[in-house]
Structures are given as C-alpha cells and as structure tokens.
C-alpha cells in the first residue's frame, strides 16, 4: 500500500489544493488498522488552522496514530529528512524539517514554523525534543512556542494533546510492557517496528485539549507550562485507565465533544 501511494502524493505535493493534506490522513487510518492499533480519541475537535498542535512523545507510532486526527504534518528534526526510506514519508507529509541544534538560529526555525502556520496548516509539535518510554512526560522545550505569534492579523491555535498506549491484546499493558510500544534511547528503528507488529494489537488513547492562544499568556514559557501540565495530568489518568479531565477552562471551538473509536483489527499468522 505504501510503495503504490508514495508516487500518488508525491504528484499531489506538487499539486494545488487539499489532496496533498487529505492522502496523509486516509492513508495512516488505513496504517493504522493494518498495525492492528484500536484508537480513541476523546475531548475536543481538532481546530482549524492556523494550529500547532502540542504532543508528548513516546514512539513513531505517535505519528500514524495523531495523523488519524485530521489532516495534518510535523515538526521533527532535520536529519530524519535523510533517513533511507522514512525521510521520505515524511517528506510526503510535508514535514517542517528544524534544526534542534542550531540554538542561535532559533528565529529562523520559527519564521520557517509560522510560514507554514500562514498558509492554514495544522503542524504537530513534540515539544520534549525527543521520545520517552511511555511511563512519564518529559521537560518540555519552550524555543519553538514562540512561532504562535500572530501572523497577518490572524493569531494561530495552540492545542494540547495527551497521547498513551494502554492495553496489548486488550490487557493493559503495566509499566514494564509499555517500554514495547515506545520507541527511545538508541533503539533500532526497524527491529522495533518488527517488535510492534509481533505484539500484537494495542489500544491507544488520544485526548485533545481546549484550543488555546499565545495572547492568553506571559509569554512562551507560561504558555509551554499550561499545555505541559495539562499533558502531564491527561497522560496520568489515560495510563490509569481513568477517563481524562475534561473539566477545563473554556469551550472547545466545536462546542460537541469528539468521542470516537477506531476498531483495531487482529492479524493472525
């Protein structure tokens, strides 16, 4: 299925119009469900762009998984663009390629983040720099929020989303079994992708915040405290198989809760 549509968006990258976003999207529903993941999404709709939308990070699986939410690309660091094979994808995706270690040119990346954000996009931002086992949330880095500035009159969405992996064959997994979803340290891409689809189905949760704007805050750093605090409590109570705390400040854009389950389908050998 990849080899066939690979060509197929490259042709529509080039295009005008929605296809380039839209082909993603369908394509990581059908992924997803051949890799035998059951998602639920809970809380508000994804907004409209302008919107950065703020994950924690655990696994590449994190990226098919959000990308089942709406159409949408990433913002990743810039030597997954010369990965053999993966680059690809996600140059497909029209990721927003930075570099994470240029600390001086940290305008630059932003500009290239709120160029991208100007012209309506939904980007997703992983804002630990890096990917955890599972268990907890990382320190988030605070550089990159300043790209929801204003941009010709119009300010962007700021929306947090809590994503966790909780049950393997519909048992939750436990502290000791989520290590095998996440996907970290100096783990070997593909071995570990050859690990996934040997585990067999796993349920994973994704909970989408109030939408919110940088104007409603200090500064970036108050920003990234809100959303990292928010991400941390959800993450906690998708783990504990609690239902996530809804009781936020606020009314989503879309004043109807978005609640909805994609069933994973098992692939027996």
Known sequence: MTLVLIPVQAVLKVLPGRGKRCLPFLYHR?????????????????????????????SWLDIPSLSTLAPLSFISKSEVSSWPFFGTLARLQRTVFIERADRRGVDRQNSKITDRLSTQDRLVLFAEGTSSDGNRVLPF????FASAQALKGEEPWVQAASIAYTRVHGIPMGRQFRPYAAW????????????????????????????????DFSGRKALAAHIHDEIVTTHRRLLQGLDPDVTEGGEPLDSAPMTATLPAVEVRT
Not at 31 to 36: A, E, H, P, V
């Open 141 to 144: 880095k605070t550089a990159l």
């Open 184 to 215: 970290y340290g100096d783990m070997n891409l593909l071995s570990h992708l050859w690990a996934v689809v040997r585990l067999g189905p796993l349920d994973c949760a994704i909970h989408l915040h109030t939408p919110v704007q940088l104007s």
């Open 30 to 58: 059908l992924l997803t469900r051949i890799l035998g993941i059951g998602l639920t999404f809970t809380g508000s709709r994804p907004a409209e762009g302008p919107v950065l939308i703020v994950s924690n990070h655990q």
